[in-house]
């Protein structure tokens, strides 16, 4: 915010990730994460920019200032969102090397993670997209797509390799990716069972589901 | 709405439910239906009683001669759903007898038609818990926990019984809710593949989540 124009807060994050397994703090500008408690507790519609500039301690046309309109808020937070977890998972493959086996690791454990770490931007991702207007939605819908696709070409290389035997790898590539998200409605950091006891548990149902056979 | 006092639309759906697996158009009340509408569209904070009356071809005085409040729509909408849901699966179970492996397919097949057939009642019943008064929350929140409960109880019979073979039954039992109320995500009635070959295909996936070992 220190720059006095919008441009630095509209990017998507481009700082160096550190590890796909690190989560800290969010590192959103103060109006997106102002824009993300209110989408979160009571919707794009039921939010107005006043209640977005008053959390995040600006005046209406402060907050202006570097998000021109209520929508700008919205595709700002969710293409960040979307930027975070595809970089993320693209890391994680890349680390994992060539084998599908891995990579399908790879990709599950990251999409654990992210659906642990950031509930509330996933709950306004999948809640939201009612509310993009028509010049962005498809540009967010083709990074959830890009998503599924990087899990569905890795359950489909398992089975060409032998390794899963799953007579349905795009239901199960769908169905790993629903398990893997639906994290972020039932996860609690604060649980029983820590992040890694539930993601060793969650990567063997995955495993399960594309009908993994060790070799 | 035609006998002219609120009673009878606040409550729950009793008429009798014909098989489980039928769904025909969703028999809310007409107030119920158009806040579900507008829900859907708009989310519960973005949507006025007078949008809601309007929609339901009502005068205001005449929604609220009905439902008094904003809240009693979405608790009487929420409350339907749940019981219309709950119903469904407990018919699916009895129907299936006493063997772990066929009251596993019942639950599950249930689940997956619901979520096929009444994606708008689950989007706002998964989206909306944040608005639910603290009166009515636990109630919600109670259906919900017992829902998730006969999944549990049937796959810990499974594996009491040698049918499923996963280490981890609870988690097992809650991916298996996430995939079939994942559904309601990505479901299109008119899609490639029509309802009964996904629930055979989602039926085999959930199989695999609780490890089944056909005897």
């Not at 509330?120 to 990074?143: C, M, N, W």
Request: include cysteine; hydrophobic fraction near 35%; charged fraction near 25%.
């Amino acid at each position: 915010m220190s720059s006095g124009t919008g441009e630095t807060d509209v990017r998507p994050a481009k700082q160096p990730l550190g590890s796909w397994r690190d989560y800290g703090e969010p590192e959103l500008p103060v109006p997106l994460a102002a824009a993300l408690e209110a989408f979160a507790e009571q919707g794009y519609h039921g939010t107005s920019v006043r209640e977005i500039a008053a959390r995040a301690n600006l005046s209406v046309p402060g907050l202006y200032h570097h998000y021109p309109s209520k929508q700008s808020l919205l595709q700002g937070l969710l293409e960040r969102t979307m930027t975070d977890l595809l970089a993320r998972s693209e890391a994680a493959i890349r680390e994992a090397g060539p084998e599908p086996v891995k990579q399908f690791d790879a990709v599950v454990e990251s999409l654990l993670r992210f659906h642990m770490y950031r509930r509330e931007q996933a709950f306004v991702g999948s809640t939201e997209i009612r509310s993009l207007d028509d010049d962005y939605r498809p540009k967010y819908i083709g990074h959830r797509d890009r998503q599924q696709r990087m899990v569905d070409e890795i359950v489909f290389a398992g089975v060409e390799a032998g390794d899963f035997t799953t007579p349905y790898p795009k239901d199960a590539a769908r169905a790993v990716a629903t398990m893997c998200v639906g994290v972020s409605t039932w996860f609690k950091l604060d649980g029983l069972l820590g992040p890694d006891e539930l993601i060793q548990r969650n990567l063997q149902l995955a495993r399960a589901l594309v009908g993994y056979r060790p070799r």
